[in-house]
């Protein structure tokens, strides 16, 4: 235990601890908590939105939620697409699951560092994972031309690309990604994870949704959890073509989501404007938290189109250590990527929140790094030995 901090909570899972875990360990202390960790739309849903939900929440626990087909045929009519096309479910990773379990034959590619479970799925279950690097030294950007030649010289039958990527940011355009799955039409299957497209403000519609509808071996991963600020209610969908995703929808039980989620999806064609505005106020506040995080010499800040960003601490600097003065003194919690495949200690993901919370970090570092000098500057004495005299 550091800083009077349970670092098991931190050994258990390639995961972070849930907000759960740590109000149960922290007690009182966990009241003041502000999550820098877990990727999350601060900004939605409203206020508003909250104090309708908790009217109707009597009514929305007691009662059975309709069948997924009905609840993703309102998604669908809400995003303007398909229903044949889509497939929801209780959190992308149970997605993630059943395309490992339907598709994965033999091997899968995947770029590193990103999203664990891409790694651990097809790992747990026996499959060959032929990892990517991507390299610091080029800002972990993806070149998609070695990426797909690294995928024919091992031969891989799967391929997984993150847009933005996990836990860099990292945004490919549009036309890259439609190159990237032209040149891989052969393959069993083409994943493009998109759980984080909708914070992309570079390029307008960047989402390869439509495209992966109409060819053959496409599935497009959506995480609603993140985007709408909900990871507790467990929803996200793919996208893909009527085959593919009827494929899923038989393999998924009939009854998979939860009333939560069947009155979120439903909400949503009334309060289209307001989720807009949070993706402005979000990308306003991604900008200004940059700016600020790499004004602190001890920090390398990363260019991200994602709700996140990845910065690098400078080598004097221990990223657990870090981590565990913030949330034992502090009552901040962040993600240290130490257990990320292709990362280090010397790397957080750090979410972006409004300007009130990152002040309270930015506060919490230089008070790391102040201890930090203060103890380099006056090392605790080595005791004295101590000699009888008889």
């Not at 508003?48 to 929440?57: G, V």
């Not at 930015?362 to 000699?387: C, F």
Request: net charge neutral.
């Amino acid at each position: 235990m550091r800083h009077g901090v349970d670092a098991g909570m931190f050994q258990q899972t390639a995961h972070s601890p849930s907000v759960f875990e740590l109000h149960r360990r922290m007690g009182d202390r966990a009241r003041q908590l502000i999550d820098f960790c877990i990727p999350c739309n601060p900004y939605f849903p409203t206020p508003e939105m909250f104090e309708l939900l908790a009217r109707n929440l009597e009514s929305v626990l007691k009662f059975y939620p309709s069948d997924a087909d009905t609840i993703a045929g309102q998604l669908a009519r809400v995003l303007g697409l398909n229903p044949s096309t889509i497939a929801m479910s209780n959190g992308s990773t149970e997605l993630i699951t059943w395309m490992d379990h339907l598709w994965v034959r033999e091997s899968i590619a995947i770029p590193i560092p990103t999203f664990g479970r891409w790694t651990d799925q097809p790992l747990e279950t026996g499959k060959r994972v032929d990892m990517f690097p991507l390299r610091e030294r080029d800002s972990f950007e993806l070149n998609v031309e070695a990426y797909v030649n690294f995928i024919r010289a091992r031969r891989s039958r799967v391929a997984v690309l993150c847009n933005p990527n996990n836990p860099d940011g990292g945004y490919l355009p549009h036309r890259q990604i439609l190159h990237f799955m032209d040149s891989l039409a052969d393959l069993d299957l083409v994943v493009i994870d998109e759980s984080f497209i909708d914070f992309v403000e570079i390029e307008r519609n960047p989402s390869v949704a439509s495209e992966a509808a109409i060819r053959p071996n496409v599935v497009v991963l959506k995480s609603l959890g993140k985007n709408f600020g909900l990871h507790g209610i467990r929803f996200g969908y793919l996208v893909a073509n009527p085959g593919l995703a009827a494929a899923m929808r038989k393999a998924l039980p009939k009854w998979n989501l939860n009333s939560l989620a069947e009155t979120i999806v439903f909400m949503l064609a009334e309060h289209g404007d307001e989720y807009h505005e949070s993706l402005r106020l979000l990308a306003r506040d991604r900008y200004t938290m940059g700016r600020q995080l790499a004004q602190l010499p001890e920090l390398t800040v990363y260019s991200s189109q994602a709700n996140f960003l990845l910065v690098r601490l400078a080598p004097d600097l221990d990223g657990t250590d870090l981590r565990d003065h913030l949330l034992s003194r502090h009552q901040i919690l962040i993600r240290e990527c130490g257990n990320k495949l292709g990362m280090s200690k010397q790397f957080l993901r750090l979410v972006v929140r409004p300007q009130q919370d990152v002040i309270r970090l930015i506060e919490g570092i230089r008070d790391y790094t102040r201890a930090r000098w203060q103890q380099a500057a006056d090392p605790p004495s080595k005791p004295v030995a101590l000699r009888s005299i008889s």
